[in-house]
């Protein structure tokens, strides 16, 4: 079945960094787009960023424009989220998805900036 497992998370201070990595496995990732949504506390899930199959594609939520960056790794089955210059704003639980006949969720991975 598809399992998608996100790591990374943590408490980082405003301006800086992490890393956050979606490990897929049950389906033929190479074949999917992958997403980074994220869900602050008392609002929606919204989307972060999408990657096309071969990666060649990326799309960003103009929140995130310019400080976030998201790539794969087909060979590993792995998807990533680099964010620099974080701000307190980017708060939240961050999920790993994709869609096939419904939508695919890991557990997610909290991120917490604050000084």
């Known amino acids: 079945q598809v399992q998608l497992v996100e790591s990374g998370g943590g408490l980082v201070q405003p301006g800086g960094s992490l890393r956050l990595s979606c490990a897929a496995s049950?389906?033929?990732?190479?074949?999917?787009?992958m997403r980074w949504y994220r869900q602050a506390p008392g609002k929606e899930r919204e989307l972060v960023a999408h990657?096309?199959?071969?990666?060649?594609?990326?799309n960003y939520a103009d929140s995130v424009k310019g400080r976030f960056a998201i790539s794969r790794d087909n060979a590993k089955n792995t998807v990533f989220l680099e964010m620099n210059t974080l701000k307190p704003e980017d708060t939240g639980i961050y999920y790993c998805?994709?869609?096939?006949?419904?939508?695919?969720w890991g557990q997610g991975t909290q991120v917490v900036v604050s000084s």
């Open positions: 990657i096309s199959s071969a990666g060649y594609i990326r």
């Open positions: 998805n994709t869609r096939g006949s419904v939508d695919f």
């Open positions: 049950g389906f033929t990732f190479s074949t999917y787009v």
